[in-house]
């Protein structure tokens, strides 16, 4: 964002926007139902993004742990507000929670990967098989005790058929990379 030059004043811009997105959302439900019935979804959902990603926008690299870390302590409560407030019960534990405790975990594991490896055919491969894991184990979790259709199963399958094949083509490219040099 070249056009706003330092991250006050980013930080600023964006928190206008959500609010007059926040705003926005108000006039509209009251106008069309009369009392607050779908507003707050967005509502909730504007101001939970805007509290992960305001430390990424102000301090930049060096926010990203600290906006991890707030996306793993507040996205259980988030759903938990969510659930409540809409008075819609009985998603939260059997849905919600296993999909976003692996959700935190798939992100912490893709931290650790990029920070990890240096090779993007390597990163790509082990995100992508991560990516398939974390299919398989929310498939499982919300499967017990229903019978369903192997989603997870396929596309875990899928994802590590496709790591291989990253896999393959980095040796294949580093082969050939090597073989040019001689």
């Keep these: 964002m070249k056009f706003i030059p330092d991250s006050h004043a980013r930080l600023w ?12 959302c108000v006039i509209c439900n009251m106008a069309i139902e009369r009392e607050m019935t779908w507003l ?3 509502v909730c959902s504007l101001i939970f993004a805007w509290g992960v990603f305001a430390p990424l926008i102000y301090r930049g690299k060096d926010g990203l ?12 409560p988030y759903l938990l507000v969510l659930e409540q407030w809409t008075h819609t019960p009985g998603w939260f534990i059997p ?8 959700s935190v975990l798939f992100i912490w594991v ?14 790509s491969a082990a995100i992508i098989a991560e990516g398939g894991i974390l299919s398989l184990f929310t498939y499982l979790a ?5 019978s369903m259709f192997p989603w997870g199963w396929i ?13 393959i083509a980095a040796r294949i490219r580093k082969e050939a990379a090597s073989n040019n040099n001689i």
């Design 155 to 167: 596309s875990f399958g899928s994802a590590l058929g496709l790591s291989l094949l990253l896999l």
């Design 95 to 102: 849905i919600a929670l296993p999909i976003a405790v692996f």
């Design 142 to 146: 919300l499967s017990l005790g229903y």
């Design 110 to 123: 893709i931290y650790g990967i990029v920070k990890r490896l240096r090779n993007p055919w390597h990163i």
């Design 40 to 42: 707050v979804y967005p």
């Design 65 to 76: 742990l600290i906006s991890l870390g707030l996306l793993s302590g507040l996205i259980l």
């Design 13 to 24: 811009a964006i928190s206008v926007f959500v609010f007059i997105a926040i705003f926005v």
